[in-house]
């Protein structure tokens, strides 16, 4: 049963202990923008930086405040609030941390993970789509596999075959224009 269970990680301390670490962590990461920690330290913290960097987005006095009873530093506050101002996460709805992990602690064995601020643009998803449509004419391209025999020989020949299949993708598309063309002129 659930009963006397409060929301989030207890890293191991009471709840005064847990509250100051979290606060210090937070602090630490809008200030250096990365910095090395736990992972259980790391998850903990990033609903919480990602909730005053929404009060930053937001702008006002309301979110300002929030913000301040949060962290604790006003400068600190006031520094995010002006890098959200001038548009450092105004793409991202979200999603403002990034976890890497480094590996295992040689003390106690702790997974040690990087949690760094995102500071880049969101990819848009529609960006791969091809450029142009051509009918091509089916030919089977002929895949020449040789046993391996030196790494050196084998770029040469990864070469040499996709130089291939670009000499007879462009002659299909050649292929294909011209017989577009001659279609057009019997008409």
């Known amino acids: 049963m659930r009963h006397n269970k409060k929301r989030g990680m207890k890293l191991g301390t009471n709840a005064s202990h847990t509250k100051a670490i979290k606060k210090s962590l937070v602090c630490a990461l809008l200030a250096n923008d990365r910095i090395k920690t736990t992972q259980e330290r ?18 006002d006095l309301a979110a300002r405040r929030n913000a301040i009873a ?16 001038q548009g450092l ?11 890497m992990k480094l590996g295992a602690r040689k003390g106690d064995n702790a997974e ?31 895949k020449v596999e040789e046993p391996a025999a030196e790494p050196e020989a084998d770029a040469t020949k990864d ?5 291939e299949t670009s000499e007879t993708e462009t002659t299909e598309v050649e292929a294909s224009e011209t017989e577009a ?7």
């Not at 604790?72 to 890098?83: I, M, Q, R, Y």
């Not at 996460?89 to 976890?99: F, V």
């Not at 040690?112 to 009918?135: D, F, G, H, Q």
């Not at 063309?181 to 008409?187: I, S, W």
């Open 159 to 163: 070469e040499a075959v996709e130089a």
């Open 42 to 59: 790391a998850k903990a913290i990033r609903p919480d930086v990602d909730r005053v960097i929404t009060w930053a987005k937001r702008g």
């Open 112 to 142: 040690v993970v990087i949690i760094e601020l995102v500071n880049e643009p969101v990819a848009s998803k529609k960006a791969a789509k091809p450029a142009a449509s051509v009918k091509k004419v089916a030919q089977p391209v002929k």
């Open 89 to 99: 996460w105004a793409d991202r709805n979200g999603g403002y941390t990034r976890i």
């Open 70 to 85: 949060k962290i604790g530093d006003a400068a600190l506050v006031s520094e995010v609030f002006d890098k959200a101002a």
């Open 181 to 187: 063309t001659e279609a057009a002129d019997a008409e």
